[in-house]
């Protein structure tokens, strides 16, 4: 009997729900882990949720019996109260022991860009930790290496063109001339879903086939919304503080000093060619009459 039982972290999130969205599309059934298990999935019938249970290592384990391949998106894009970088990584740890407690064949891993131990910076210093640990894990892996998400229901590409649409002075972050390499999450989903029944393991960056500087991208998406905003730079503080300031009166988090710093520091570009083949030029001219009609909030209350 052909085992149809794929297990994803987050079918509610962005990248989640579109990987969970493909399994189904391919006859695949479909186990979300969760930390909301009570929410219904609106993907349908062959969704059963469970939570993450990282205190009951045991438990997940069990839960997760019968899997034949494990998507992991599970991360955290900020330290938040207690939940900080390094439970990120034990919780991580947890549910890649789990794992192979239960007899998950594949881990499906999506990572990120240019990950690093000596990184500057704790996320990618973490995320380099939880890839080292898949390595070690003895079970088969695939880990992908995104930056810069988009698609329907994106964040940083539909708030900057809120922002363009509303302000009639726009601020970018320090010089601009910093590059972004952006990646469709559909392609990011079917990348995902190919490499997952390969033997072998894999580590490759997912990036898209084109490279902007941030003005380039800013330019790019003012002029496919019509915004007649002035566009102007803002030393990486002031940025901060304006943004911060603009996060409290939309009770969301739009960017973080490390945020700001990484992509000034060039941590959204691969030096190896694109992956995938969508150009976010065409999306975005696709979906610019929708595109930040409304800001989409990153930060759940």
Sequence with gaps: ???????????????????????????????NITNHPEKASNLGPRIRSIPFDFDHPDRLAQNLTGVCTLYNTYWIRFERGE?????????SKTLIEAAKTAGVKRIVHISVLNPSKES??????????????????GVSYAILRPAMIFGEGGVLINNLAYFLRRLPVFAIPGSGEYKVQPVYVEDLADLAIRLAVEDSDVITDATGPEIYTFNELVAMIKKAVGSR??????PIMLSLLVTTAMGIFLGDIIFTLDELRALDSNQLVSSSPPTCQTALSEWVSSNADRLGVTYLRDVRK
């Design 229 to 234: 905003a002035i566009i102007v730079h803002s």
């Design 120 to 137: 500057p910076f704790p996320y990618y210093r973490a995320k380099a930790e939880v890839e080292e640990f898949i390595k070690a894990s």
């Design 83 to 91: 939940m900080t970088f390094e439970k990120a990584v034990q919780n």
């Design 1 to 31: 009997m052909v085992n149809s039982l794929d297990a994803v972290t987050g079918v509610g999130g962005f990248t989640g729900k579109v990987i969970a969205r493909r399994l189904l599309e391919a006859g695949r059934d479909v186990l």
